[in-house]
């Protein structure tokens, strides 16, 4: 059974940094693709970052520059380092993996930003 497991999140202040990291196990299959979203209180979610297999990157436009996600194929992780973060910013911070054209999610870790 394949597993998304994601930790870092926290409370930082207006202008800090976290790092996010996401662990997938369970599988024998390569991971297609290994994503980032966020979802605040009363929104939807939303796309913050990808990273395909091959390392091409996508950023939602609210975080380029900021953002940065990386990965390691040969462990199954994906990281995301967020710098100069924002009260914008603050939600809970979704890992996922499309494995085999199947999406799986982690359960989500809070970040929340003080102003």
């Known amino acids: 059974q394949v597993q998304v497991v994601e930790s870092g999140g926290g409370l930082v202040q207006a202008g800090g940094s976290l790092r996010l990291s996401c662990t997938v196990s369970?599988?024998?299959?390569?991971?297609?693709?290994m994503g980032w979203y966020r979802q605040a209180p009363g929104k939807q979610r939303e796309l913050v970052a990808t990273i395909t297999s091959g390392g091409s990157r996508d950023y939602a436009d609210s975080v380029k520059g900021r953002f940065t996600i990386s990965r390691d194929n040969a462990k199954s992780t994906t990281s995301l380092q967020m710098n100069s973060l924002k009260p914008e910013d603050t939600a809970v911070y979704y890992c996922n993996a499309i494995i085999l054209q199947v999406t799986y999610w982690g359960q989500g870790t809070q970040v929340t930003v003080s102003s």
């Open positions: 369970g599988t024998i299959f390569s991971i297609n693709v």
